[in-house]
């Protein structure tokens, strides 16, 4: 039959062979992660069986974890059941990770820290299991993925992704009617196809007594090669379960197992209803509940007819299907009994006993939602937001008063969207909204929805929540009115419509209560250049000492100060507020916001701290890996696509705007569009394409040369006119300059000023060139802004350089080489070097090019281990285990020129200052 050892699975060869491949990729310092994805009954179980003693006899240590329905929402049950076996190691994890495993698994007594965040969680894992591979290679099992609770699944999926170079295997199985898109995401998939018509004929073959003549031909019929159902219906004797109308193949399944279960006696199928309802293979709990459970002959009858397996202490039905079956079988009335029993003896398990007084409730039930509520906050405590949404669901389907109901889903959606849940966090404000008498809480859950729509992609449709809710609260509820004003400012803004900026400035108007830094963000937001003056004093002002004793900026208000400075070109003060804030750090979730970290990481890039700006990649992909797509993720994606256009990865800058394009579809979300375009200007520039160039950076602009977004698009101006330069479109480019210079006011930063003047130079036909770059590049006024200060004096020097005066042209190229070569703009350092020979000047390539034909991660890492730090602190930094870290850096060295550690700071240079 199709389930044991390999010996004895019949037609799955290949399959098996496929499988073994993935362990022995280990030899190359490679782990693998396989999913196996097939309906019920196929012979998933059976492959990883097989596959595992097949480890096993090669050596190596196996861990496993099997989802059950009954732990599905119990937080982290199944990273606690695949890391119970080696808890015991935690002891030898760095500090922050040994507090998020065991804050997780509620073995923290300290209220006073904060939940776990999931990517130190990760983490965690990783950095146990690494170790534990570097003593024998492991092997990771996980059946029934798709029962798996959702925060085991997260900590999975990370792992899958950070492999390389680790002694690390993973092999996972589930149905594809609920395949976890997590795992499907950050593993390999296989869909196991059912058994051909000779395997089929062969495993009938195998039965005690194999099925003959038109018995097996409607056998193989039924079965449709699945390996279960070929094993199950030759055992039938009832012609009639042959004969029925056709049904799905679990259901059918299912009727085959009820059969079997009428025959047995009375108090094995009671057990049996308890061992099914707890859903655990802990066999002490039906000890101590049903007292014929003591007795083994009343589990031999179930024992005899193949559906339970006793191992010891471990009770475990045959298939989940055979559960199932039981489950189904009995009354509903015999169903909420069980659960009910179960409850009062797990009276100390606090969340199973919530979950079975759920169960066991018929209609609205106060104690089973009021524990159900306290399970949740527990689940939050230990940083399973998604176990504590469901409890906190169910719990509000069980109140009894429509209030308790509003209440318990605005804490589901709360929980929810603190954890970047949005899309499920605004469908379960909506129903709070719709369901609430209480106008209080009316307002909270509306509030609640326009947030989740604003961080999702619906950007028209949260514009129009937001002002609508702004409007019903102006008179009712200020306070709260100006509160959802200030999110749809940042919506207009994201945005980039006139009209939408024009409606949030004329409400804006209608509040004479809004004042301070509220009604400053919302004028910053919808047009900054109109109240520069006003919002760069508070931004000053707002980093100059403080008196003592005066209370700290709020978390909004240092979001809204640092959003602020980066639309003004303050880019320092940006950084500074990043950095004060911490929007990286895992351990002050009041400042975990996803727009902030955005913020810091195009300030970072625009400061010339490209390591900063790809930290801040890293982490946002990482959390995105295991949530819905968002604003803020396609934006990282535009950040990350810019960022590698001017590393010159053109094939990856391509590749992720290509994937915004598709994501953002006709939606209004016109800086993200106009941002993308521009990674995509770049990396044509970067390929030495200038028409094509030229092409996507014109479509920052609309036809009469008005900005398709209203702040990010008029700094492309400079890149736009070099473009034209080179592809002869300098009369169309001249049209988008005009447009600026009349509509753009004077009160504008220095850097959009040097862009503006270098985009002059560029098209200049008046003979005043030179003095528009040397306007430009005067006091050194692009410096903050290195790699733009650097593109300027290039074109000067090629300008120069053009115009017969070769020795003037040498000091501005070889000042842009320095820093092009310092940031690892590697095409425009290899441009600016052409240009130097050009005027006569030879200079040695130093071995810090070579960085450039290192990944990212590479180059994250030799950076950062230049710094001094080790590697287990450059794992934490970048989520990944020592031993990953060790093994990229011998990979590198080489490709660098050097044989040890100590070598990187000259090579490199120290770069902590940026930190």
Sequence with gaps: MSTGTAAELVGRDSELALLRQCLTAQHADDGTAVLLVAEAGIGKTALLDATAAHAAQAGMRILRVRGTQGEADLAFAGLHQLLRPVLSRTHALPPRQKHALEAAFGLEDDDQVHSPDRLLLGLATLTLLSDLATETPLLIVVDDAHWVDSGSLDALSFLARRLDGEAISILAACRPEALPETLGQAMRSIALAPLDEPASHALLDTQPTPPAGRHRMRILEYANGNPLALVELARCTDPEQL??????????LEGLFAAQLAMLPPATRDVLLIA??????DLSIVLGIAPDAADPATWQPAEQADLIRINGSTISFRHPLIRSAVYQAASQPERRQAHLQLAEALSQDFDRRAWHLAASAFGPDDDAAAALEKTAERAVGRGATE???????????????????AERLIKAANVL????????????????????????????????????????????EAFTHLMATARSLSKTAPEAALQALAVGAAVANHAGSDAFRQEVAAALDRMPHAS???????????????????ALAAVREALAPRPPGSPPHSPREQIWLSGMAWLLDETAAALRFGRNCNPLARDRPEFRNRQMALTYGWAALEHGWWPQTRAVIDEATAAAATRPLGRAEVYVMTLEATLCALQGDTDQAHHLAG????LIGDEVVNQIRARTHWAVGLAFAASDDHAAAFTSLRRM??????PLHFHASPYAIADLAQAAVRSGNTDDARTVLANLLN?????????????????QALLDDTGRADDLFRAALAEDRLAPWPFEHAQTHLAHGQWLRRNGRINDARAPLTHALEIFQRLGATPWASRTATELRAAGVTRHTPAVHALGDLSAQQQQIVHLAAQGMTNREIGERLFLSPRTVGHHLYRVFPKLGIASRHQLRDLVGDDSSAD
Excluded: K, Y
């Design 243 to 252: 004969t029925a109308a056709p049904l799905p193949i679990n259901r059918r």
């Design 276 to 281: 099914a309802a707890v859903d655990a293979p």
């Design 387 to 405: 176990s504590a949404a469901a409890a906190l669901e169910r719990a509000a389907a069980l109140s009894t008063t429509a209030v308790r109901q």
């Design 417 to 460: 969207a603190v954890d970047d849940h949005v899309e499920r966090a605004e469908r379960l404000a909506a129903h709070a909204a719709g369901t609430s008498v209480d106008e209080g809480l009316r307002r909270q859950a509306e509030m609640l929805r326009g947030w989740a729509l604003s961080a999702g992609l619906r950007q028209g």
């Design 516 to 534: 301070g830094l509220h009604r400053l963000w919302v004028r910053t937001a919808i047009d900054l250049l109109a109240c520069r003056a006003e």
């Design 659 to 662: 994937q915004v394009f598709d």
């Design 701 to 706: 602009f609309h036809p009469d040369g008005a």
């Design 743 to 759: 509509t753009l006011p004077n009160s504008r930063s220095a850097r959009l000023d040097g862009r503006l003047l270098h985009a």
